[in-house]
């Protein structure tokens, strides 16, 4: 079990505090992790909307070299949903990915963004393939 919470401030200036939690389970065919967080900030309320932030995350392991991994992003500080009201289909970001570990500490990743095409804030599906090496020490 992982919990975080975190008081900073970021790069551009804003002030914000958030506090996420992860479970990981070994399944039959790999590890199966469940992520899940809320973050709030300070001085992103000009806009009216001062509601806190929700998110969630799911990563699978397919086999020893694939995964499958899933995040959705609430935007509950960017939209009039509030947590009571919140649902997948008014909006937020969805976002999907499939992993490779094509060799040790080397993977690719191919992945889909805004999935849910929420037009009040996104007008485009964006796909990324990303290659990423991780090393222990």
């Not at 900030?41 to 969630?56: I, K, Q, R, V, W």
Request: net charge negative; hydrophobic share 40%; with cysteine.
């Amino acid at each position: 079990n992982i919990m975080t919470v975190t008081l900073c401030k970021d790069m551009r200036l804003k002030h914000w505090v958030y506090i996420a939690a992860s479970k990981n389970w070994q399944t039959p065919a790999g590890n199966l992790g469940l992520h899940s967080g809320v973050n709030y900030s300070f001085l992103e309320t000009a806009d009216g909307d001062d509601d806190p932030n929700l998110f969630f995350g799911l990563d699978l392991e397919l086999n020893p070299e694939f995964s499958l991994l899933i995040e959705y992003n609430s935007a509950l500080n960017e939209n009039d949903m509030t947590a009571r009201t919140m649902s997948i289909s008014k909006g937020g970001y969805l976002n999907a990915a499939i992993r490779w570990s094509f060799v040790e500490s080397l993977y690719l990743e191919m992945d889909l963004n805004n999935l849910l095409f929420d037009d009040e804030y996104v007008d485009y599906f964006k796909r990324e393939i990303k290659i990423t090496y991780i090393e222990y020490f």
